[in-house]
Each structure stands twice: as structure tokens, then as C-alpha cells.
């Protein structure tokens, strides 16, 4: 009966409104300071704020949908949603699946996180979050690597001794590194990406068009760059 | 919550942890137990209907409906439950999806385009346009769903099996009253049954109760999903910063399970008194001897 009366509501939904256009940007809600969740239960941190700023110079409708890292492109992919803002770095083995905006983060550094300056980070085993473009990199040299689904679980690896290193976005790692007693950086920062971009389908020019279109407008006007500077600090990187 | 929590940071101890107990996401944690209660309410008497259908379909003089009754539970049992619970939601969603899209958006265009499910925006099941609520109401039901065919066909062979339990005597007099096959399922064969399918009942009761945290496997904001949340180290980007306390959200979670099966092996055993009383069964004959 339930199942009825659901699929009913459904139909009628669907055939009582408009086809009023919104988007859905999905976000992970687990990486500050680009995205997280806040006290109160809801989206919070750069993306969302820059996301929203983009979608009223846009004129599009959005809202926010929580989804895990490892599933964000595949259910972009169907349909679940309309666009990703979730600290996605634009690289060549994503853009075979879907495509990103112009960057709206400039390229950021990667970096180890260790709980001693001697660390092997050649060879030794390094944790990563699954999926990420430091992952990729990894993959590449001859270090061992271990892969958690977030960012928390990177770090209780090297904290219970299970890896020698973590090695991630550089911004994301900086505040649990400040705020601990036991974790420093260690080794050289690498640089990977082409910067921050938004994710859509492939077949979606026009919002991509759309998005890119407030994107320059943000970057022209210096908007972008004081947004930056607002959750990443003074000496964050910023557009010329 | 309370007037003092204004400013998080000048708290210490108890009223710091009033506080932080009381934030709109803790608030959803807490809510979020009602999901899983939820979930059980509703899966429970579903997988029982299920499962209902299926034993007497297997049971039926039909020779299709004894098929579908056979091959649905030795399919559904003989798969394993992740995969199934992975499979059904995205199964149904896109074929759901698909089916709108026949009716609502232009035909010609195909759904798949390269590695994209794509469907027009009228044939969105629930529509972008819909609030938040809907969208996580429908995931819910998209694993009832999942969950009650999965437990559906476990109850199935429960059932079942305990349908052949009952004595054949019974059954037999029944016959000799004049009572058509009808008659005997429902007035003999299945108020009989239920003492004989009883404790595999009670068994998939408890795998039920223990298989809700795949709700985070399904994406549904479960207790899983907020503990996890809720206790990963939280840096000062958050009002309330602390270390990694994922060990006492689980531990939580782990007290709240031990709960549920618990009350429930105590339900259980009032169940099984209830029904044993004046059956042809060991524990119907133990209960007669003790009363006299």
C-alpha cells in the first residue's frame, strides 16, 4: 500500500509542476575547508559558499547533496545529480568520464604528513584518500600505498603506525597538522593538477557554458580571489 | 540549544559537552535511529508478506506460481545480500526512470548516451525540483524495498518449511470434516505453522536487525553515516574541535544493537510460550506437564 501511495504522490508530482530547472550539486561534506558538514547539520565551507554565489550570478536554482567520494562520479554519471564541487582536481583520467569548468581553485600543492622528519617516502607506505589525483601520483613512484575512503581514516593510518606517511592536498591537511601535537609535513610539496574545476556530464554544455560564464566573471572581479582568501587564509594562492 | 552556547569556545567540560551534544547534527544523529527503527517497521511486516507469497506460491497446484515461488527464493538466498542490496536500488531507480522517460520525455532520444544515463528532466524520479526530504524518503524506499525481497525470500523458505512441519493428521482430519483445501490453510495449516516457523522467524529478525547499517552502503543517512561523521576528528574549521572519537560513537551505536536484540530475544521467548501452548510439539507437551 505504502509502495502505491508512494509511486502515486510520484506521479503526481511530477505532473502538477513545471519543469522549473534545478540543479543538483553534489559535494563529499568531508575535506574543510572546501566542504564539510557544519553544526548544524548542512553543507558548509568554500565550495558551498562559492557554489551558491555562482548559481545566483547564473540564475540557476541549486541545492546541495551529500554523496561519499568514492561514488560521486559514477552517480554523476547517472543522473543523480547535476554537478560536483567537491575539491576535484581537473586531470586527463577524469575528463574521459566526465567534464569540469574552468578551474575555480588555481593548481594546489600536495603534501606528506608524518609523525617523524625521517619518514621513508620513497619507498615506505604511504596513505592516501581513495581516488584522488595524489592517489594517482602515488601509484607512480615506488612507495607502498594504502588507500582509505576519507581523509580521517589517511590520518588514523599514520597515527596507529599502519603507514609511514599520508600525502594529500596540501590546504586540507594543513589544519589537522596545526592543530596536532604528534604530525608534521615532511619532504617537498608536489604539484599535480590543473587546478579546482566544477564536474558535469559531458552531454551538459549548457550548464558547463552557464557555470564557466559566472566562473570568469568571479575571477574578473576579484570576488573569487577574496572568497579564497577568506576560508584558505592571506597567503592562499590566488588568480592574477 | 541551551543560552550558554553561544560562543562554543570559551565552554569547558560538562557545559561544553551539553552543548556539543546538542547541535543541529547531533540532533540528526539522534534522528537517524528512528530511520533505522523506521526501516525495521516497515521492512519487517513487507519481507513477511513477501515471504508469505513465496511459501505458497512454492506451495501452489500451479505449475508457473510453484516455479516463480522456487526460483525466487533459491535465487534471491543464493546471492549475496551486498549485491543484491547494491544491485535492487540502482536496478529500480533507472528502470523506474526509464519508464517515466516513455511516457514523459520525447522516445527518440535513448537514455544511455555514451557512459551517461541520461533522462529529460519531467521523467526525474524524485524531480531535481523536490525538497531534500523527498529525495532521502525515496532512497528508504528504494532499500525497503531491497531489503524486504532479500528477507522476503529467507522468510519464504522459513515458512515453507514449517508449512510441511505441521502433522499431516491434522491436515488429515480437517479433510475428513468436509473442509475444502482452503479451508484447511486457513483454519488448520496456518495458525499451526507459526510455532514451527517461530525461531527461524525470530533468527531473520535478528539478521535484520543487524544487516540496517548496509543503509550506508545504500546511501541513506543511517547511525553508520553519522557516527562516522560525527566522530572523525574535526579540526578548528568546526565549532567544536576534538580528535578522532569514532571509537565512542560506535561504541554507542554498538550498546543500541545489543538493545534492540535483546528486547527482542525477550519478546521472542513470550511469543514462543504463546504459541506453544497445547501444541503436538515437545514444547507444547513440556508446558502441559508443568501446568499439571
Not at chain 1, 186 to 195: M, P, T
Not at chain 2, 138 to 165: E, R
Not at chain 2, 187 to 203: D, E, S
Request: net charge negative; charged share 15%; aromatic share 10%.
Amino acid at each position: 500500500m505504502k509502495k502505491i501511495m508512494l509511486a502515486a504522490a510520484a506521479l503526481a508530482l511530477t505532473t502538477s509542476m513545471g519543469v522549473a530547472q534545478t540543479v543538483r550539486i553534489a559535494t563529499e561534506g568531508a575535506y574543510p575547508p572546501y566542504n564539510f558538514i557544519n553544526d548544524q547539520g548542512q553543507v558548509a565551507g568554500f565550495e558551498v559558499e562559492l557554489g551558491n554565489e555562482l548559481c545566483q550570478r547564473a540564475e540557476l536554482q541549486c541545492t546541495w547533496v551529500k554523496n561519499d567520494w568514492d561514488s560521486i562520479i559514477p552517480n554523476l554519471v547517472s543522473s543523480n545529480y547535476d554537478a560536483i564541487m567537491a575539491a576535484m582536481s581537473i586531470n586527463e583520467e577524469r575528463k574521459q568520464a566526465i567534464a569540469f569548468t574552468e578551474n575555480y581553485l588555481p593548481p594546489a600543492p600536495s603534501s606528506y604528513v608524518a609523525l617523524e622528519e625521517g619518514a621513508n617516502l620513497e619507498t615506505g607506505i604511504v596513505a592516501v584518500q581513495i581516488g584522488t589525483v595524489q592517489a594517482s601520483h602515488i601509484a607512480d613512484t615506488q612507495a607502498t600505498m594504502l588507500e582509505y575512503p576519507n581523509i580521517d581514516q589517511v590520518f588514523a593510518a599514520v597515527r596507529n603506525g599502519e603507514a609511514d606517511a599520508a600525502f594529500g592536498d596540501h590546504e586540507v591537511m594543513r589544519p589537522f597538522v596545526e592543530d596536532s601535537e604528534d604530525l608534521i609535513f615532511v619532504g617537498e610539496q608536489v604539484r599535480l593538477d590543473e587546478g579546482i574545476g566544477i564536474g558535469v556530464r559531458q552531454s551538459d554544455n549548457e550548464l558547463r557554458e552557464k557555470l564557466n560564464a559566472a566562473i570568469g566573471a568571479m575571477k574578473q572581479d576579484g570576488s573569487l580571489n577574496e572568497l579564497i582568501k577568506k576560508h584558505f587564509g592571506e597567503d592562499a594562492q590566488t588568480y592574477e | 540549544m541551551f543560552s550558554y552556547c553561544t560562543d562554543p569556545s570559551a565552554l569547558q567540560g560538562l557545559a561544553w559537552l551539553s552543548c556539543y551534544l546538542t547541535t543541529g547534527n547531533h540532533m540528526l544523529f539522534y534522528l537517524s535511529f528512528g530511520t533505522v527503527l523506521l526501516l525495521l517497521a516497515v521492512t519487517a511486516p513487507a519481507a513477511l508478506l513477501f515471504g508469505f507469497g513465496g511459501a505458497l506460491a512454492a506451495r501452489s497446484r500451479m505449475t508457473p506460481l510453484r516455479w516463480f515461488g522456487r526460483i525466487y527464493t533459491s535465487m534471491v538466498r543464493g546471492v549475496p545480500d551486498i549485491i543484491f542490496f547494491l544491485f535492487v536500488p540502482i536496478a529500480l531507480d533507472q528502470g523506474l526512470e526509464w519508464l517515466r522517460s516513455r511516457v514523459y520525455c520525447d522516445p527518440s532520444v535513448p537514455v544511455r548516451q555514451g557512459n551517461e544515463f541520461i533522462v529529460c528532466a519531467a521523467a526525474k524520479l524524485p524531480l531535481s525540483t523536490s525538497p531534500e526530504w523527498v529525495h532521502q524518503l525515496y532512497g528508504i524506499f528504494l532499500a525497503v524495498i531491497a531489503f524486504s525481497v532479500v528477507f522476503g525470500a529467507f522468510a519464504a523458505n522459513v515458512l515453507h518449511g514449517a508449512m510441511n512441519a505441521v502433522p499431516r493428521a491434522q491436515l488429515e482430519t480437517a479433510e475428513a470434516y468436509g473442509m475444502s483445501p482452503r479451508q484447511v490453510n486457513r483454519r488448520i495449516l496456518i495458525p499451526q505453522m507459526w510455532t514451527y516457523a517461530l525461531p527461524g522467524l525470530a533468527n531473520l529478525w535478528m539478521i535484520l536487525i543487524k544487516a540496517t547499517p548496509l543503509l550506508f552502503v545504500l546511501g541513506v543517512e543511517d547511525i553508520v553515516y553519522w557516527a562516522r561523521e560525527l566522530g572523525g576528528a574535526k579540526t578548528r574549521a568546526y565549532a567544536y574541535p576534538h580528535p578522532d572519537w569514532r571509537l565512542y560513537y560506535f561504541l554507542a551505536i554498538l550498546v543500541f544493537y545489543l538493545l534492540m536484540t535483546w528486547g527482542s530475544e525477550r519478546i521472542f521467548d513470550r511469543i514462543r510460550a504463546r504459541l506453544s501452548a497445547g501444541q503436538a510439539t515437545a514444547a507444547g507437551e513440556a508446558m502441559r506437564k508443568a501446568a499439571t
